[in-house]
């Protein structure tokens, strides 16, 4: 059943494309506009057909939709708010996937006019890859969609946007949004700004990082790298914007390290083994919840044969 007719997507990078080629693959009708910053991403999005008509605002990008996607970095957020709120159509809803959720609140929620329902979301499923192209239709299969609805959201709309989540092959869960902030840098956030900093490591180690690195890659280090080759734009403003949080969790991770350090140095084998062991439970219960597979290479061959189908 088609949840929302005209569904407009602001922002036609990985996610917006995902979300897209989602709705497509489940073959309702359902009318597609969108925008994004650049003519060539708006041009690129018309002719692999993410959308069926582009526009160069976002305003006119709105009009008529029944729902409207922010699908642009955090940073961008109020100022296209500000542009669509007189453009959108009475009832519709507007939702957002940023990876940040009070501040997004904080930066759209007041411009929200009264006649619409404004719906946070973030969907946990992503890649290091951006742009149109990057997007695929699998994306957000058996992935959680995160919803943070303001206290008095009107139960059928937030009904109709989990319905279409679902729709898109995501399970949804309904969240505060400072909890949700909290959440997302344990197991997003902090391990993404920890692989961007280790490659730094690397890379300001020039005698390491010559030849080595890229010979032997093979190792960890080989998965910090893919981590670290994430989108600039998007993640200064992750961390712009979940800057409390993020201070949070870097203050236990600092005293975790120096824990290890410690015992490394004070040679502690049954620490750093307890420690390890523990820790690959945590990987075994993900497998378990069927949010990763057992392959070896971190799932990626089993990944590319799905992205042939
Ligand atoms: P992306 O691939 O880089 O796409 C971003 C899109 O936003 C591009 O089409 C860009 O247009 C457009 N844009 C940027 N500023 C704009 C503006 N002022 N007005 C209109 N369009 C603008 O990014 P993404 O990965 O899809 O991320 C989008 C959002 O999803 C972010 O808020 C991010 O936090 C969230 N998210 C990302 C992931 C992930 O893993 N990537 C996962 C979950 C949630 P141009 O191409 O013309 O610059």
Not at 64 to 70: E, K
Request: hydrophobic share 45%; proline share 4%.
């Amino acid at each position: 059943m088609t949840v929302y007719n005209h569904v407009a997507l602001i922002g036609l990078g990985l996610i917006a494309g995902s979300i897209s080629l989602a709705l497509r693959r489940n073959g309702q009708p359902v009318k597609i506009t969108g925008t994004a910053r650049s003519a060539q991403t708006r041009q690129t999005a018309l002719d692999i057909g993410l959308v069926d008509a582009v526009f160069d605002t976002a305003a006119e990008a709105v009009k008529g939709a029944d729902l409207v996607i922010l699908a642009v970095p955090i940073g961008a957020m109020a100022g296209i708010a500000a542009d669509i709120a007189p453009h959108l159509k009475t009832g519709a809803t507007v939702t957002d996937v940023g990876s940040v959720k009070s501040a997004v609140i904080d930066a759209v929620g007041p411009h929200m006019p009264k006649n619409v329902h404004f719906i946070p979301g973030h969907p946990m499923a992503g890649t290091e890859k951006s742009g149109p192209e990057s997007g695929f239709a699998h994306l957000f299969d058996n992935r959680w969609c995160l919803l943070t609805p303001p206290k008095d959201t009107d139960k059928n709309a937030l009904a109709k946007l989990s319905e279409f989540w679902q729709g898109l092959g995501a399970m949804v869960e309904i969240m505060d949004a400072k909890h949700h902030d909290l959440v997302a840098v344990v197991i997003s956030h902090a391990p993404h700004l920890i692989a961007y900093t280790m490659v730094g490591v690397a890379d300001d180690m020039s005698r390491v990082t010559e030849q080595e690195v890229v010979n032997y890659s093979a190792a960890g280090f080989r998965d910090f790298t893919r981590i670290a080759a994430s989108d600039p734009t998007m993640w200064r403003d992750v961390f712009l914007h979940n800057k409390d949080a993020t201070l949070e969790v870097l203050g236990r991770f600092t005293e975790e390290l120096f824990a290890l350090q410690r015992a490394i140095r004070t040679g502690d084998g049954d620490f750093l083994f307890d420690y390890f062991t523990r820790t690959r439970d945590v990987r075994r219960s993900i497998i378990d919840a069927g949010q990763d597979t057992d392959a070896v290479d971190f799932g990626r061959v089993a990944a590319a044969e799905t992205d042939k189908k």
